[in-house]
Structures are given as structure tokens and as C-alpha cells.
Nanobody, 121 residues
Framework: QVQLVESGGGLVQPGESLRLSCAAS????????MWWVRQTPGKGLEWIAV????????YYIDSVKDRFIISRDNAKNMLYLQMNNLKSEDSAIYYC??????????????RGQGTQVTVSA
């Protein structure tokens, strides 16, 4: 079955960086668009970045553009999110998620258990 395991979260100060990782198994990782989504009590689930199955296409919401970088290593079945210049409003539980459909960008589906990111002075 689909397994997605996130790691790398933690407590950092504003302006600092974190790199999240997601280990994927149980499906053809290189055939799927992959997403990073986050959840806060006030906003619910929010997608923040998407990467095409080959890694050549990336998409971001405006609030993280130019600060976050999504990447993947299909040889290792790994997804990453480099987060720079973190702000307090980035505090959330971060999930990696697989697209609902193989080979297309549609919507995020199965996701992992999440990793907590807290940005606070």
C-alpha cells in the first residue's frame, strides 16, 4: 500500500531554514506528481508546492514562492522541501502527498502522517 513518511520538521526562529524529506514506497513514485501540503488550525489543508513526475515542472503558492523549493530524487523515491527565510505564518503540520491520478496533476490524495514545523522567536 502507499506509504509516505515525512521527516525534518522542528522548531526554528524566523529567517532560518529547514529541509523536509518524504520517503515514498508502495507505488510507482516516478509516475506521480507529488505535493507538499500543510495544515494549520485556522486555514485547514493548503497545498503549497507540486512537482511533476519527472521533476521538470514545479508549482508554488504565492506565499512561499521564492522561499521554498520542492525537489525529488526518483532513484531514491524521495521528495524534498527546502524552506528558507521561514516566517511565523509558515508554522503548520507539513504533509507530502501523492496526486490522485498517475501521470497527471489533478489534486493531492494519499498523504503521510505529517511533520510539525514551528517558527517562533
Amino acid at each position: 500500500q502507499v506509504q509516505l513518511v515525512e521527516s525534518g520538521g522542528g522548531l526554528v526562529q524566523p529567517g532560518e531554514s529547514l529541509r523536509l524529506s518524504c520517503a515514498a514506497s508502495g507505488f510507482a513514485f516516478s509516475s506521480y506528481y507529488m505535493w507538499w501540503v500543510r495544515q494549520t488550525p485556522g486555514k485547514g489543508l493548503e497545498w503549497i508546492a507540486v512537482i511533476s513526475h519527472g521533476g521538470g515542472g514545479t508549482y508554488y503558492i504565492d506565499s512561499v514562492k521564492d522561499r521554498f523549493i520542492i525537489s525529488r530524487d526518483n532513484a531514491k523515491n524521495m521528495l524534498y522541501l527546502q524552506m528558507n527565510n521561514l516566517k511565523s505564518e509558515d508554522s503548520a503540520i507539513y504533509y507530502c502527498a501523492r496526486d490522485k491520478l498517475r501521470g497527471r496533476k489533478t489534486a493531492f490524495g494519499d498523504r503521510g502522517q505529517g511533520t510539525q514545523v514551528t517558527v517562533s522567536a
